[in-house]
């Protein structure tokens, strides 16, 4: 367990491209495991004339979800992207091209969309907190058989009742015909992406440590300062200490 760094307005920047690619790619890994041959329902995403589409349900448009349905966009798929903020549909609903469908999420909505969707991504996240759990084990009965669930939120415990945690090597497994993708570290399979993407972000903070110390660069930057964890072997963190029951320093306070 560990404490990210946060902005002043508690947004996780170090961890937003992370989210970038698992959205992106939950478009790319759903695409794979809809084919027939790793038991998905034999479906394009973008179909081909004379032949619908797949429909896509995002659950959750934040980073991850908006990124999921920029993608599935991209394929010509029919699009819907649930959310329970109203400035963030708004928003969603002014920037998504017209084959994305923005609405409130509430249990008749997603009900409903389970029934139409090939393809489900899980995106949602309440931050501190376990994700909301909005797909439990009786609604997987109203899916199409083949169809596929790409849980991205696994890594808080994720959003649908039958989804366990899995890996690259054995991502995918079956639970009432529908074809269940938990990899809670999705952006490790695009190292080489991942690795540039989180490297644009860390290296500002990198460079402002290196050049004037950790602990001068802490007293003028609170999100430094309060995304110390460890420092000269002390726990500088609160949160970490408590959970791990080892004295806290008060070094870098106010974290
Ligand atoms: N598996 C992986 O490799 C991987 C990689 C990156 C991120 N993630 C996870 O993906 C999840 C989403 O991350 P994010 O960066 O998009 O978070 P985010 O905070 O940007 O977006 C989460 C969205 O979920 C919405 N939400 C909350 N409750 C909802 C509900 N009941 N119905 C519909 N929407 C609801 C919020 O309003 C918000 O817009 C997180 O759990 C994150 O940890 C997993």
Same mark, same amino acid.
């Given at each position: 367990m560990g404490v990210a760094l946060a902005d002043d307005q508690g947004r996780l920047p170090l961890l937003t491209p992370m989210s970038e690619v698992a959205g992106r790619m939950s478009i790319q890994e759903g695409a794979k495991y809809l084919e027939r041959p790793q038991m998905?329902?034999?479906?394009?995403?973008?179909?081909v004339p004379g032949v619908a589409p797949a429909s896509i349900t995002v659950l959750g448009g934040g980073v991850v979800g908006a990124n999921a349905a920029k993608i599935a966009a991209g394929f010509n798929a029919d699009v819907a992207i649930l959310d329970i903020n109203m400035d963030r549909l708004r928003y969603l609903d002014d920037v998504m091209p017209p084959n994305v469908t923005c609405l409130f999420s509430d249990r008749h909505t997603v009900r409903a969309q389970l029934e139409r969707a090939d393809l489900v991504v899980g995106a949602v996240l309440i931050p501190g907190a376990k994700a909301p759990r909005?797909? &439990? &084990? &009786?609604?997987?009965?109203r899916m199409k058989p083949g169809s596929v669930i790409i849980d991205v939120a696994i890594d808080q415990g994720?959003?649908?009742?039958t989804s366990r945690p899995t890996s690259h090597s054995q991502p995918t497994y079956i639970v009432h015909d529908v074809v269940h993708y938990c990899v809670t570290n999705m952006p490790g399979a695009v190292g080489r992406t991942s690795t540039y993407a989180l490297c644009n972000v860390t290296l500002p903070y990198v460079i402002q440590i290196a050049q004037q110390g950790i602990e001068a660069v802490a007293k003028k930057s609170r999100p430094i300062s309060r995304a110390i964890n460890l420092h000269a072997g002390e726990v500088t963190n609160k949160a970490v200490a408590e959970t791990f029951g080892m004295p806290c320093s008060e070094r870098f306070a106010g974290n």
């Open positions: 998905g329902r034999g479906i394009l995403l973008g179909g909005l797909v &439990e &084990e &009786e609604d997987l009965k994720g959003c649908i009742a």
